[in-house]
């Protein structure tokens, strides 16, 4: 069975940075496609980035390109969100999500990842 335990998130002041940490067991993940998602409070979850675990093809959300990256580690089968310039608006729990479903255009859909993380909550105050 597919685990992902994130970690890494927090209390930080805008314009700083936060690494968030996903940890991925119960399989190899070589073909397969890690996003990272969010979802503020009251609002509905939405795409932040996404990688492929073969090749390192990376894609992000227009409201994060440029502040945050998204990275693996094979061996340590683990994901990074690396997020910086943080803002206030960028406040949410986050999730990281995995799907072995060959790879297509949905990877910013929700319904298209198998598996999902609890979710590690950041807040960014102003």
């Known amino acids: 069975q597919v685990q992902l335990v994130e970690s890494g998130g927090g209390l930080v002041q805008a314009g700083g940075s936060l690494r968030l940490s996903c940890a991925a067991s119960g399989r190899t993940f070589s073909s397969w496609t890690m996003g990272w998602f969010r979802q503020p409070p009251g609002k509905e979850r939405e795409f932040v980035a996404a990688?492929?675990?073969?090749?390192?093809?990376?894609y992000y959300a227009d409201s994060v390109k440029g502040r945050f990256t998204i990275s693996r580690d094979n061996a340590k089968n683990t994901v990074y969100l690396q997020m910086n310039s943080l803002k206030p608006a960028d406040t949410a729990l986050y999730y990281c999500a995995a799907t072995g479903r060959y790879f297509s255009g949905s990877y910013y859909r929700t319904e298209w990842y198998n598996f999902w993380g609890q979710g590690t909550k950041v807040t960014v105050s102003a």
């Open positions: 990688i492929r675990w073969s090749g390192g093809s990376t």
